[in-house]
């Protein structure tokens, strides 16, 4: 037990010293769109639902949801990136601010920002419609501005924070890192302390010399198919280059049983799979090609063997080539990232490690990679032991994949899994409008039910404190609406609030109940339940919750009603008139003190 506290002690240490640090993240940027529909019914026209939409939540994607999990997490994040002048660039710029990412981004008045929608149904993904193509090329102007970004914002970042930062590349094959921004990366490599690479064709990337890459499963296979292809000089170092025929992101046929450089019989013989623009992996690279020893890959896409390999999973696999994968990358660390298998990492002792996770559904699991990314790029900069690295990695790629959405891993989440005290620092009771709206989206894609009140609080006492329990004991998250000091007078009279709103904010935050304070100067809270959606909206009396004015707005937006009766006898305007009584009784007058007659 006391080995377990002190693990737990040894990587909150961790997770408390990146705090800040400063990330600069360079590459493709999308915009993740999610539409939840309903169905109950097949249209006349076909065999397919009708679908009615219910909900739309948009999210920063790729390159920009690696940096909205380093700001998550506690570092300082900046992104560089290539985005569109359109709607989609817009709620991406809206994202990165909700998170606290510094936007460094470019504008591409010709090039469409890069978007992934989803239509769901029940949680399952019915389908998906991309949009943005590797061929929308930077032009010249595009790239140059896009290098004065990259400059400027190095600097920015060690201006700000006295040290070198550190450099997160994510190259998915939108376009957004041609050929002279990787060499402009590759020249400066020292200017940056650690260098994280996450990239589809990791053989473009062979000259940076990162400090750790993250490939998938099949984006180690690829590489390493090709490196089995490529034939150096003698003392030359390895560059690995596209060969003829090998289609830029799709798989070719694998050959199972023969040695890499071997001769593939003739009804497996290399044919070319359709190319994937996206630079995803298609649907084919989610299998493992294995010989009859388990430990030989013939080419860069799949086959499954029922007998070659028996017994050996990919992890092992991934394991006895991680030496390899180092070499042909240049890396000092290899992550291998396996999906609900976990991963597989290697460092320069050559000692594989091996993490796990829960296998969820896909739906939940979009951007886990990102938050994976995030916290191994922290960790390694934080100069953290690989094994910690290796763990926190896993830890925050698994807590976030509780429910649909795209994947946010938060400090203050990975500090409670920790079992850590979660400090001012990971979780500010007091927030504003637009930042509350953003905490509440991540905590409800976490699958935690929203419980939302307010009121003026004016004089705080025992009813009070009692009415926030109870109302905490209502979901997982309580944000309470607190109107500000003009709201009150309108609603009181001139000669309230006794209290002003930075005393009554002050320690309704400081109760253990209360998550999240918000200030409100309208009359009415419609705005921010509006905005924050709650799954149960709360308010105090004895009366039925059909009588709140609230309640049909609450209801069309999904969430019910309750009312808490008060503490007899426990109210602000019994408070303050016992006050002004007291103030009117007449006082025996105290001569304790009083001095003699001289």
């Not at 990232?337 to 996770?357: C, F, Q």
């Not at 009279?493 to 409100?520: K, Q, S, T, Y």
Request: a negative charge; glycine letters at 10%.
């Amino acid at each position: 037990m006391a080995g377990g506290a002190a693990e737990q002690r040894r990587l909150t240490a961790v997770v408390e010293g990146w705090l800040g640090r400063p990330v600069l993240v360079v590459g493709d940027a999308m915009l993740d769109e999610w539409r939840f529909a309903e169905s109950d019914r097949l249209c006349r026209e076909a065999p397919a639902p009708v679908l009615t939409l219910r909900r739309r939540i948009s999210a920063a994607g790729g390159a920009a949801n690696t940096a909205v999990n380093v700001a998550a997490l506690g570092g300082r994040a900046v992104l560089v990136a290539p985005v569109g002048a359109d709607v989609a660039g817009d709620e991406l710029h809206d994202c990165l601010d909700r998170a606290g990412v510094w936007d460094r981004t470019v504008n591409q008045p010709a090039r469409p920002t890069p978007v992934k929608r989803r239509m769901l149904a029940g949680n399952q993904i019915l389908l998906r419609e991309d949009s943005g193509d590797p061929d929308d090329v930077l032009d010249a102007d595009g790239v140059a501005r896009l290098l004065t970004a990259l400059d400027c914002a190095t600097e920015e970042l060690r201006a700000a924070g006295g040290e070198a930062p550190t450099l997160v590349v994510c190259d998915y094959g939108l376009g957004a890192l041609p050929a002279p921004v990787r060499a402009w990366l590759v020249t400066h490599r020292e200017r940056y302390a650690t260098v994280a690479l996450d990239a589809h064709d990791l053989a473009d990337w062979r000259g940076l010399a990162p400090t750790v890459v993250t490939p998938s499963f099949a984006e180690a296979t690829r590489l390493l198919a090709r490196a089995a292809g490529a034939r150096p000089a003698p003392g030359a170092g390895l560059h690995l280059d596209h060969p003829d025929g090998d289609p830029a992101d799709g798989p070719s046929e694998l050959t199972v049983g023969v040695s890499p450089g071997g001769v593939a019989p003739h009804h497996a013989a290399h044919r070319p799979g359709p190319t994937n623009p996206t630079g995803e992996p298609t649907a084919g690279e989610g299998r493992v090609a294995m010989t009859g020893n388990g430990l030989t890959v013939t080419g860069t896409g799949v086959t499954v063997n029922a007998t070659a390999g028996e017994g050996v999973d990919r992890a092992v696999l991934a394991e006895s080539r991680l030496a390899e994968l180092r070499a042909h990358t240049g890396a000092d660390v290899v992550a291998v990232t396996l999906d609900t298998d976990g991963a597989v990492v290697g460092g320069a002792d050559g000692e594989p490690r091996r993490s796990h996770s829960t296998p969820v559904p896909a739906s939940h699991a979009v951007g886990a990679g990102d938050a994976y990314l995030a916290a191994m790029t922290l960790a390694l900069a934080a100069d953290a032991p690989l094994p910690t690295a290796a763990q926190l990695a896993q830890l925050a790629a698994t807590i976030t994949v509780s429910d649909t959405g795209t994947c946010v891993c938060r400090r203050e989440d990975l500090l409670v899994a920790l079992d850590a005290p979660v400090d001012g620092a990971g979780h500010r009771a007091l927030v504003g409008t637009d930042e509350l709206a953003a905490i509440v989206e991540e905590h409800r894609r976490a699958g935690r039910a929203i419980v939302f009140t307010n009121g003026c609080f004016d004089v705080l006492h025992r009813g009070h404190v009692r009415y926030l329990e109870q109302a905490r004991a209502l979901g997982d998250l309580l944000v309470v609406a607190v109107n500000s000091d003009g709201s009150v007078r309108r609603l009181k009279g001139p000669d309230r609030p006794v209290n002003p709103v930075e005393d009554r904010i002050a320690l309704l935050a400081a109760l253990a109940c209360v998550d999240h304070v918000v200030v409100f100067e309208e009359d009415s809270p419609t705005d921010l339940i509006e905005a924050v959606r709650p799954d149960v909206y709360v308010k105090g009396g004895d009366y039925p919750p059909e009588m709140v004015p609230e309640a049909p707005l609450v209801r069309r937006l999904g969430g019910q009603v309750r009312t808490l009766g008060y503490v007899p006898d426990r109210s602000t305007s019994a408070i303050i008139d016992r006050i002004r009584a007291h103030g009117q009784e007449p006082q025996e007058e105290d001569t304790s003190l009083t001095p003699e007659p001289s």
